[in-house]
């Protein structure tokens, strides 16, 4: 009975549909089974004519379910404590269950036509599958990205905490908890936000931006404001450490464009000042900005029109 199952040569997604169980295992093949997919028992016997006639054409209903749908299959006269408990007095006998609960079955060698029929009532009974984790965090990490992009901080940061509250250790929420505060002018709790993130972390892209963008802000609180720079280059248009601590202020008001004609000036001027100083503050700010952002494209347009004219 049950031919290849018994055989021997049932494969391997055949067997994770189709399997035999006991009365040790059937808490956890059926009861904990059933919890994410139904599960149908079929209750048989060696001796039983019907039984054999059953069972083949139940495996191929379950199997052409595709996976919607688990066959266990228990010998009754090996596991009489089992088929007692379930109230079985004439096999075959088929129970489903869903949720660790049975919730409907049929008795006897009943057609194909039927057994599909009753595969599409207990799957119609079914509460849907849960989600995979992976992917609903997945999904509410790129809702997040979008509320972001947005400027709705107070949304994304709901999110991300929702996320931090199943992965206390997801990177992508972390970084994106930490960019919140960082837009928002708190670079002192955002600095603090990113020592969470571990050490595979620190190699994705937002991780590398916020850092650049961070250490651009500190750079800039030590230095005179835009205004004090200006008067200064107005008096003395070559003073490229002004000019230099310019682009930094410039960057910190959010004037990249700015920060990046001040910077490529110097380098057109002077290209070996402060040891290339000004192209390597050029390509931090690019870094901390994006690559597709405007000021980016529009920077490096600049910066190869004097490189390679």
Known sequence: MHSDL????????????????????????????????????????????????????????VIEAGGKVKLVKVDIDQNQAIAGQMGIQSIPAVIAFVGGQPIDG??????????????????KAAPPAPADPKEQIKAALEQASAAMEAGD????????????????????????????HSNIGDNEKAEQTLMAVSEEGQKLP?????????ELAAEAAGLDGANALEAKLA?????HQSRYDLAISYNAEGNK???????????????????????KKLL???????PM?????????????????
């Open 6 to 61: 018994q055989n021997g040569n049932a494969s391997a997604s055949t067997a994770d549909l189709i399997k035999d169980s006991d009365t040790a295992n059937f808490a956890a093949d059926v009861m904990e089974a059933s919890q994410t997919v139904p599960v149908l028992v079929d209750f048989w016997a060696p001796w039983c004519g019907p039984c054999k006639q059953l069972g083949p054409m139940i495996e191929n209903a």
């Open 106 to 123: 049929f008795m006897g060698a009943i057609p194909q036509t039927e057994i599909k029929a009753f595969i599409e009532k207990v799957l």
């Open 153 to 180: 901080f107070a949304s994304a940061s709901q999110v991300y905490s929702q996320v931090l509250q199943f992965d206390q250790e997801n990177d992508e929420a972390i970084i994106g908890i930490a960019t919140i």
């Open 206 to 214: 937002a991780f590398v931006k916020l850092k650049a963008a961070l």
């Open 235 to 239: 008096e003395n248009p070559d003073d």
């Open 257 to 279: 464009l700015g920060a990046a004609e001040n910077l490529v000036k110097i380098i057109k001027t002077d290209r070996d000042w402060n040891e290339d100083g000004a192209r």
């Open 284 to 290: 931090e700010l690019f870094e901390a900005w994006g």
């Open 293 to 309: 952002d405007p000021a980016s494209i529009k920077g490096r347009r600049m910066l190869s029109s004097i490189l390679f004219s």
